[in-house]
């Protein structure tokens, strides 16, 4: 028996193009050889919908394209995630489509509520899991459908897929909308594996692929057999058909990328489709001859082409002489467009103004941010002028601790890095200077102190070695204080870093879409308030 997995890319709310993208892979599936072609998690509404799901034109556009593509759908029957109105409910469903119609639904039961996710708001959960009996390649065969969080039942009083095997299933298949962090693959097949010596059961797990805002959804389809052998996987980051023999006892290794190699693909399938199913096909960024806008500049050529990349330099008098050579060095080795925009008579325009009005007052960080937001100022014009979009350049702990200006540098259409710390900047940089075989990124960028140079001599006030895992550990792990002083950090720097990251939740929220490569990126996964006296001791 061969089976299908199409991991496809589908756009949030374009029925169109969905059904169209469905029906085409089903062909190519069919003409394969697959007995079986199974589509990921809500597939023809693209993933997640949130509150489109309350319109109600919306949800009757989904219920058509799946009535349309029943009708095209021959003897191989299709699995294909949708959702099912009700009543006055919704349902996240699977169905099961053969000869013309549809032959089964299958209600996903498990309605996660956590993280990035906000299941039970829109949908109710499915009842008890049964298999379908259905004819798959002349063969009598007892399917067994589960959606996504289904399959990480570990904390839910109902566990799907044993009640599936417990009911006769003896094939099981999962259908997807996983997003990507930072070791999740590799957890998905841990889980998936489990299950399988626990039930005796195949299992075909069906994931979907692409970016939708800040979510990027990672593919890496797999397929286990009774016995326990991965025999089929799809690659991470693309859409393909992944065609996998039921009975081949071949094991298939999964093709194994580094930490870094991961996160960078990512990245660059996130910015890709951002740009494109937004409409956007071109960017710009200010360069600054340091790591992060270097790194950024990069993540954009390999997602967008050279062509599609506008780098501008905006150098103030604060900015050394090799700050302009990295940049230029930098723009030279990718190819791209480059231009130099000097705001020192902006700024000292600016200061003009401001002597009069501020009466004398010292100068100190009002100053700074102002050279700041001239240069966003600079980079929004060419944006609204031509039609791009501004990819910002700033890394996680910089957004974490609040080292960022408001309407400056955090102006954009995207924050691209916003979700890797800066340890993790320097080395996914180092990898692509490593992988391209090149020194696209000068050796000096690496070298010199992290500096904003917005003032005389200027470096940043930060250990980064040390301060970038102390941010991880508070964003991500949730770290108590008192945890924190008994990892062996000081007592003072711990109240410093927690205060500078509770009292940024105000710039943060204004802060440009980034997206989401760990557990716990800033975003719609991290909700805090804004106004918050919470102080934990």
């Not at 899991?129 to 959606?147: A, H, N, T, Y």
């Not at 340890?423 to 490593?434: C, H």
């Not at 005389?456 to 301060?467: A, G, K």
């Amino acid at each position: 028996m061969q089976i299908a997995l199409c991991q496809i890319n589908p756009t949030v709310g374009d029925f169109t193009n969905n059904g169209d993208k469905v029906l085409s892979f089903y062909r190519r599936a069919v003409d394969s050889g697959a007995d079986l072609v199974v589509f990921p998690e809500l597939v023809l509404t693209g993933y997640p919908p949130q509150d489109l799901l309350l319109e109600h034109t919306f949800v009757q556009k989904n219920v058509v394209t799946l009535k349309n593509i029943a009708s095209s759908v021959e003897e191989a029957p299709a699995v294909v995630g949708y959702v099912q109105p009700e009543e006055e409910k919704l349902f996240n469903s699977a169905a099961l489509i053969q000869n013309g119609k549809v032959v089964g639904r299958y209600d996903k039961i498990l309605l996660p509520t956590y993280d990035v996710f906000d299941e039970a708001r829109y949908f109710t959960p499915g009842k008890k899991p049964v298999p379908f009996d259905i004819r798959i390649g002349g063969e009598k065969v007892s399917l067994g459908l589960e959606i996504c969080e289904d399959l990480w039942d570990d904390e839910y009083d109902c566990h799907v897929t044993n009640e599936l095997a417990t009911s006769g299933a003896n094939l099981i298949v999962n259908i997807s909308s996983s997003p990507f962090s930072e070791g999740k693959s590799k957890d998905r097949e841990m889980l998936i594996s489990d299950r399988v010596s626990q039930t005796g059961v195949p299992f075909l797990y069906c994931n979907l692929v692409g970016g939708q805002d800040d979510l990027i959804f990672d593919g890496n389809s797999v397929a286990y057999s009774a016995k326990g052998k991965r025999i089929g996987g799809g690659r991470a980051f693309h859409e393909e058909v992944v065609l996998v023999d039921l009975e081949s006892d071949r094991e298939v290794a999964p093709l194994i990328q580094t930490r870094e190699a991961e996160l960078f693909n990512a990245l660059t399938l996130g910015i890709r489709d951002y740009f494109w199913k937004t409409g956007h096909y071109k960017c710009v960024i200010g360069l600054s001859g340091g790591i992060d806008s270097a790194l950024t500049a990069c993540l954009a050529v390999e997602a967008l082409g050279k062509e599609n990349v506008l780098c501008i330099y905006m150098p103030s008098r604060f900015n050394s002489k090799h700050s302009q050579i990295d940049a230029e060095e930098l723009a030279d080795k990718l190819d791209v467009e480059y231009r130099v925009l000097p705001i020192g008579d902006l700024t000292s325009h600016y200061e003009n103004i401001f002597d009069e009005q501020f009466n004398g007052l010292k100068k100190g960080i009002t100053e700074e941010n102002i050279q700041a937001r001239i240069r966003g100022n600079l980079l929004m014009a060419f944006a609204n002028k031509m039609g791009y979009l501004v990819i910002s350049t700033g890394n996680k702990t910089e957004v974490a601790l609040g080292y960022c200006t408001l309407y400056g540098d955090m102006s954009g259409g995207l924050a691209a890095i916003s979700d890797l710390d800066k340890t993790d900047v320097y080395a996914l940089s180092r990898w692509y200077n490593e992988s391209c075989g090149l020194k696209i990124i000068p050796d000096s960028i690496f070298g010199k102190d992290p500096s904003a140079e917005l003032s005389e001599n200027q470096v940043d006030p930060f250990d980064y070695d040390l301060v970038s895992p102390l941010v991880k550990e508070i964003v991500e792990n949730h770290r108590s204080k008192s945890e924190l002083v008994s990892m062996g950090y000081d007592v003072d720097l711990v109240e410093d870093i927690s205060r500078r990251v509770q009292r940024s939740e105000f710039k943060r929220r204004q802060a440009a879409p980034g997206l989401r490569v760990t557990t716990k990126a800033f975003g719609m996964g991290r909700r805090y308030p804004i106004v918050n006296r919470f102080e934990e001791r």
